[in-house]
C-alpha cells in the first residue's frame, strides 16, 4: 500500500528547509548577509570570470631560460669537478647543449672520465622506484677532450617539474592578492592559465606573476670602477648590474658569488623607515640564512652588500656593523603598492623559469553582467516551459512535480554554496540541462503509472509499480550520465569542468527530488482526496 512515514515526511521537509537555509544567502544584499550571526551560513556561489569580469593570462614556462641556466650550472660543476680532481684544462667551451673540456694533458683523461661520470646523475624517480633519464651524457672525444651532453628527455622532465613548481608559486602570489576562487590551472606541457575573478588590473598581475624574483644578496665588487667595468670587460668572477635610480640607469660592479639566497627567506612584510617614513621591506631568514648572513655582515663590516632582484639592483647599502638576528630590511625608491608587490614576490618564492605571457583578456563587469542576464532568462524560459508541459501534460501530479524542480533548483545552489564552487556560464548552462533530466525522471514515473493503471490495477498498486519499476530506469539512465560528467570533469578544464560540476550535482538532486520528495507530495495527496482514477 502507498505510505510515507511520518519521520520520513519530517526528514524530507528539514532537507528542504536546509537547502533554502545555505542557498538564501545568494539572493540577499551584503549588508543582510553580514548581520548574519557568525554561526549562521552565509556563503555565496563565487561567480567566474565570465559572470562577474577580472583578468586572464595564459603563461608560458621559459624552456629556452631553463636551458641555458641548467647548461650554465653543467659547466660551472664540470670546472668544479674537474678542479677538485686536479685536472688541468685549456678551456671549456659551450657549443649548444654541449660543454667541451679540453685536457692539458691527455694522460689524464682516464681521471677526467671517472670524476665527471659523476654528474651523470637521473634528473627524477618515478613513484614506482624507476629511475629516469640521466640529465647529462659524458663521453671522450679524441685525445684530450671530454664532452658532456645535456639530455633532451631529462630536459623536458626539468619543464614539466619547473611548470608544477610554477602552478604552486603562482597561486600563492594571487592568493596574495586578496582576490576570491582564482583558478590557477596546467594547460598543455609548459603552459599555466591562470583566471582572477574580481580583478580588474590585469597589469599589476602582470606585474606579480612576470617577475621570477630570484633574490640574492651578492658584495659589490671595488677593484675597478663600475664604469669601466661597464664599458670594458668585468674582473673574473664579477659582473655589471644596473640599479635604477629616479629612472636613471647606475652600473654596479657585484661578484657573482652569492652570499646569501632568498631561499632562506620565512617571511617578507611591507612597512615605513621610522627615520625616513619611506616605505621598505622587512625581511626574515631561516636558521641557515640568518646564520650565513651574519657571518658575511661580521667579515664585511664597512662594505656595501648589494640586494639583487632578478638581475636588477635594488639597493647596495654600506654593512655599518654586522648583522646577527636574521632580518633586514631593503630599501630604494619605492612606493607603497610596490613595497607590498614585492613583499608578495618574496613571500610566495622565486620561480624556477621566467614565465612568459602569451595571451591577455580582461571581461569587464558589464559584459559579465551581460552573460548573467542571458543565463538567468534562459533558465527563466527554461523553466516556464517545463512547468507549464508538466502540468498541461500531468494536472496534479505535473504541479508536484513542478514544486520537486523548484526544490531541485534549491539544492543545486545550496550545494554550490556550502561547497563554494565557482558558477560559469557554463554551469548556468547545465542547472537549464539539469531543469530538464530532472522532469524526464518524473515522466518515467508518471507513464510507468499510466500503464499499470491501464493494465487493470487499481489506484495504489499503479502508484507503487510505478515508483518502484521506473526507479531502476532512473538509477541506470542517471549514471550514465554521471559517468559522462564526471569524465568531463576530470579530463575537462575551465568552463567545462564548471559546466561538469553543475551537471554532477544537478543529477544527485535529481534523485532524491524526482522520487523521494515527488513520492511523498503523492502519497499526503492520495491520503487526503482518496482518488479513485489518475488525474492524467
Excluded at 664579477?238 to 617571511?267: C, Y
Excluded at 505535473?398 to 520537486?404: K, T, Y
Excluded at 542517471?478 to 576530470?490: Q, Y
Aim: charged share 20%; glycine share 8%.
Amino acid at each position: 500500500m502507498l505510505y510515507f512515514s511520518t519521520w520520513k515526511t519530517i526528514a524530507v521537509l528539514a532537507l528542504c528547509a536546509l537547502g533554502v537555509i545555505f542557498a538564501l544567502p545568494n539572493v540577499l544584499p551584503k549588508s543582510v548577509r553580514d548581520a548574519y550571526p557568525s554561526w549562521f551560513p552565509a556563503r555565496t556561489i563565487v561567480l567566474g570570470l565570465d559572470l562577474q569580469g577580472g583578468s586572464q593570462l595564459l603563461l608560458e614556462v621559459d624552456g629556452q631560460a631553463l636551458r641555458k641556466a641548467r647548461i650554465d650550472a653543467v659547466r660551472e660543476d664540470v670546472r668544479r669537478v674537474l678542479r677538485e680532481a686536479r685536472v688541468g684544462t685549456t678551456a671549456i667551451n659551450l657549443d649548444g647543449k654541449i660543454v667541451r673540456a679540453t685536457l692539458r694533458e691527455p694522460g689524464q683523461m682516464g681521471l677526467a672520465l671517472e670524476k665527471l661520470r659523476t654528474l651523470a646523475v637521473p634528473a627524477s624517480t618515478s613513484v614506482f622506484g624507476g629511475a629516469g633519464p640521466n640529465e647529462v651524457e659524458v663521453a671522450q672525444q679524441g685525445d684530450s677532450v671530454v664532452t658532456v651532453t645535456l639530455n633532451d628527455a631529462a630536459i623536458e622532465a626539468r619543464i614539466r617539474a619547473a611548470v608544477d613548481q610554477s602552478i604552486e608559486i603562482v597561486r600563492r602570489r594571487v592568493d596574495e592578492l586578496g582576490t576570491v576562487e582564482p583558478s590557477i590551472q596546467r594547460q598543455g606541457v609548459d603552459r599555466i592559465l591562470v583566471q582572477v575573478p574580481g580583478l580588474n588590473d590585469p597589469q599589476r598581475l602582470k606585474d606579480i606573476l612576470g617577475k621570477t624574483a630570484a633574490l640574492s644578496f651578492r658584495l659589490v665588487d671595488l677593484s675597478v670602477p663600475p664604469e669601466q667595468a661597464a664599458a670594458g670587460r668585468p674582473p673574473e668572477g664579477s659582473e655589471v648590474l644596473f640599479e635604477n635610480q629616479n629612472g636613471n640607469k647606475t652600473p654596479i660592479l657585484v661578484e657573482k658569488r652569492v652570499m646569501v639566497s632568498g631561499e632562506d627567506l620565512t617571511d617578507a612584510q611591507p612597512g615605513f623607515d621610522q627615520r625616513t617614513n619611506e616605505p621598505i621591506v622587512s625581511f626574515r631568514f631561516n636558521n641557515r640564512g640568518a646564520r650565513q648572513f651574519g657571518v658575511v655582515t661580521q667579515a664585511n663590516v664597512g662594505k656595501p652588500f648589494a640586494i639583487i632582484l632578478d638581475n636588477e639592483v635594488i639597493s647596495a647599502p654600506r654593512i655599518n656593523e654586522p648583522i646577527t638576528g636574521g632580518s633586514g630590511q631593503i630599501s630604494g625608491n619605492f612606493t607603497v603598492q610596490s613595497a607590498n608587490d614585492l613583499a608578495v614576490l618574496l613571500r610566495a618564492g622565486a620561480l624556477p623559469a621566467p614565465l612568459t605571457v602569451i595571451e591577455e583578456r580582461t571581461v569587464g563587469p558589464g559584459l559579465g553582467q551581460d552573460s548573467i542576464n542571458a543565463g538567468t532568462r534562459a533558465t527563466w524560459y527554461a523553466a516556464a516551459f517545463v512547468i507549464v508541459f508538466m502540468f498541461a501534460t500531468y494536472g496534479v501530479f505535473g504541479f508536484f512535480a513542478n514544486i520537486a524542480l523548484t526544490v531541485h533548483v534549491v539544492f543545486i545552489f545550496a550545494l554550490m554554496s556550502l561547497l563554494g564552487a565557482t558558477l560559469t556560464l557554463p554551469g548556468i548552462a547545465g542547472i537549464v540541462l539539469t531543469i530538464g533530466t530532472a522532469v524526464d525522471s518524473n515522466v518515467l514515473i508518471y507513464e510507468r503509472i499510466r500503464e499499470e493503471f491501464r493494465a487493470g490495477r487499481n489506484m495504489v498498486s499503479s502508484i507503487e509499480a510505478g515508483f518502484k519499476q521506473a526507479f531502476a530506469v532512473i538509477i541506470d539512465s542517471n549514471s550514465t550520465m554521471a559517468i559522462a560528467a564526471l569524465i568531463l570533469f576530470l579530463l575537462g578544464s575551465g568552463p567545462v569542468r564548471g559546466f561538469a560540476v553543475v551537471f554532477l550535482l544537478g543529477i544527485v538532486t535529481t534523485v532524491i527530488t524526482a522520487v523521494t520528495m515527488t513520492r511523498m507530495m503523492i502519497a499526503l495527496w492520495y491520503r487526503r482526496a482518496r482518488p479513485q482514477t489518475l488525474p492524467f
